[in-house]
């Protein structure tokens, strides 16, 4: 694995789906072994989730966090982390079909649909 690491920096992610291994473990494998990753907690950045892919699937189709995160396959706090970097409020837990606080629901919902818009437009209309 570390050789692969020499070969091509950018492809842990690669590097991990090859051997089956989760990216934290993948990172502290090649830190064992001496590979020089950059400072990142104890595992390193993902790089094959789109954040913006993750914002659309919550607030534009509207699911919950989990049923996001089994889609993409990733943890769900590794959906809820994005979420909150890219600025999208969280909705409640729990409280997706009943009509407490609705008017709250509208509008949590119309600011993060402006909120996605304007990443969108940021980053050139992706997603």
């Known amino acids: ?35 020089d990753l950059p400072a990142r907690r104890q595992g390193v950045k993902r790089t094959d989730i789109d954040p913006l892919n993750v914002a659309a699937l919550y607030v534009v189709a509207d699911l919950p966090i989990q049923d996001v995160s089994e889609k993409l396959r990733v943890s769900y706090n590794t959906v809820r982390r994005i979420l909150i ?36 437009d940021r980053s050139g209309g992706a997603a």
């Open 1 to 35: 694995m570390v050789e692969e690491y020499g070969r091509d920096p950018s492809s842990i992610t690669a590097i991990a789906t090859r051997h089956g291994l989760s990216l934290s473990w993948t990172g502290r494998v090649l830190r064992r072994h001496g590979a």
């Open 85 to 120: 970097k890219l600025g999208i409020e969280i909705r409640p837990r729990g409280v997706r079909n009943t009509k407490h606080n609705s008017a709250d629901r509208i509008q949590r919902r119309h600011r993060n649909l402006k909120r996605l818009a304007a990443l969108r």
